[in-house]
Nanobody
Framework: QVQLVESGGGLVQAGGSLRLSCAAS????????MGWFRQAPGKEREFVAA????????YYEDSAKGRFTISRDNAKNTVDLQMNSLKPEDTAIYYC?????????????????WGQGTQVTVSS
């Protein structure tokens, strides 16, 4: 497994932007596909975006397409989530996760390492 620490959450007005960062340590970062999930109060954890191990390709949940961008830096062992045009419904705890699977895992059970989460609150 790999250890993950998120940062960058906060309070922002609707239409604003936030950039979340996730720092990894403990294992070879490029051996993992990386994903971002979120969980709003009273709801299940849901997939937001993922990026493959080394090919730089990405995959997004429909509501994130065109607004969010996931990017990774294998030299720095980091994965970021740039979030633009934020909406109140984006309010949630955002989690960074690592998966040993190839491709762009979209299910929480496919990930074996999780960060502690960072709160994102979007006010209307």
């Amino acid at each position: 497994q790999v250890q993950l620490v998120e940062s960058g959450g906060g309070l922002v007005q609707a239409g604003g932007s936030l950039r979340l960062s996730c720092a990894a340590s403990g294992r070879t970062f490029s051996s993992y596909a990386m994903g971002w999930f979120r969980q709003a109060p009273g709801k299940e954890r849901e997939f937001v975006a993922a990026t493959g191990k080394t090919d730089g390709r990405t995959y997004y949940e429909d509501s994130a397409k065109g607004r969010f961008t996931i990017s990774r830096d294998n030299a720095k062992n980091t994965v970021d989530l740039q979030m633009n045009s934020l909406k109140p419904e984006d309010t949630a705890i955002y989690y960074c996760a690592a998966s040993p699977r190839w491709g762009y895992p979209k299910k929480a059970f496919e990930y074996d390492s999780w960060g502690q989460g960072t709160q994102v609150t979007v006010s209307s």
